[in-house]
C-alpha cells in the first residue's frame, strides 16, 4: 500500500527564514508527485508535480526537488502569505497520471511578520 | 466565477436524515471526484468517475452515494447522515488524462 508521510506537522518561520518541508513516500514505482498548497476553509490549489529523481521546479519562493524516496519543498525568505498548509501526494497504484491521489497530512507553515 | 462549484459550503443536519451535495464544474473535464478531510487523516477519496457511465468506489465510500448527472454535475449524497460524517468535502476535477487534480472551495457539512 502507497504511504506518504510529511513532515514536520507544523513549522513556523520568521519572515525571511528559510527553511524546508519533507514530503517521504514508499510507493512500488513513482508516477508523479504533486505538490498543493491549502489555506484554511480553502481547496488545495495545485502547485507542482515532479515526474523523476532529480527534477526540480519553483515557483516564487517555492522550489520543489525530488528524489527515489523524498522530496522537498523549500521556501526561500518566505513572507506571512506564505503561511498555508502544503500537501503532497502520489497517484494510487494503477494510475499514470494525476488521478486518485493519495494525500500527505500536511504540513502547516506559519510565517510570522 | 469558480471553475468547480460546490452546494451548499455549509450546512448542519441532524443525526438520520438525507443530505445531497452538488458539485458542477467549467472545465470541461470528463473526471470528477469527491474527497473527504478530516483532522489528523488528511484527504481520503470517497468516489470518483471518470465519465458519465463511470463510477467507482474510492477508500471510503460506505454510508455515501454519488450520481453523475451530465459531464460537468457530480453529486455525492449521504443517505443517512451519521456524527462522524461530519467533514469537509471537497469535489475536484482532472482531465483525462490529466495529470493535475483541480479541487473545489469545499462544503463543510455537520452532522448532529
Known amino acids: 500500500e502507497d504511504q506518504v508521510t510529511q513532515s514536520p506537522e507544523a513549522l513556523r518561520l520568521q519572515e525571511g527564514e528559510s527553511s524546508s518541508l519533507n514530503c517521504s513516500y514508499t510507493?512500488?514505482?513513482?508516477?508523479?508527485l504533486f505538490w498543493y498548497r491549502q489555506d484554511p476553509g480553502k481547496g488545495p490549489e495545485f502547485l507542482f508535480t515532479?515526474?523523476?529523481a532529480g527534477e526540480e521546479k519553483e515557483k516564487e519562493r517555492l522550489k520543489a526537488t525530488l528524489t527515489k524516496k523524498e522530496s522537498f519543498l523549500h521556501i526561500t525568505a518566505p513572507k506571512p502569505e506564505d503561511s498555508a498548509t502544503y500537501l503532497c501526494?502520489?497517484?494510487?497504484?494503477?494510475?499514470?497520471?494525476?488521478?486518485?491521489?493519495?494525500f500527505g497530512e500536511g504540513t502547516q507553515l506559519t510565517v510570522n511578520p | 466565477d469558480a471553475d468547480v462549484t460546490q452546494t451548499p459550503r455549509n450546512r448542519i443536519t441532524k443525526t438520520g436524515k438525507r443530505i445531497m451535495l452538488e458539485c458542477s464544474q467549467t472545465?470541461?473535464?470528463?473526471?470528477m471526484y469527491w474527497y473527504r478531510q478530516d483532522p489528523g487523516l488528511g484527504l481520503r477519496l470517497i468516489y470518483y468517475?471518470?465519465?458519465?457511465?463511470?463510477?467507482n468506489k474510492g477508500e471510503i465510500s460506505d454510508g455515501y452515494s454519488v450520481s453523475r448527472q451530465a459531464q460537468a454535475k457530480f453529486s455525492l449524497s449521504l443517505e443517512s447522515a451519521i456524527p462522524n460524517q461530519t467533514a469537509l468535502y471537497f469535489c475536484?476535477?482532472?482531465?483525462?488524462?490529466?495529470?493535475?487534480?483541480?479541487f473545489g472551495e469545499g462544503s463543510w457539512l455537520t452532522v448532529v
Open positions: 468517475s471518470f465519465d458519465v457511465k463511470d463510477i
Open positions: 475536484a476535477t482532472s482531465d483525462n488524462p490529466g495529470n493535475t487534480i483541480y
Open positions: 515532479l515526474y523523476s
Open positions: 472545465k470541461g473535464h470528463d473526471r
Open positions: 501526494a502520489v497517484p494510487e497504484v494503477g494510475e499514470t497520471s494525476g488521478s486518485r491521489l493519495t
Open positions: 510507493v512500488s514505482g513513482l508516477r508523479g
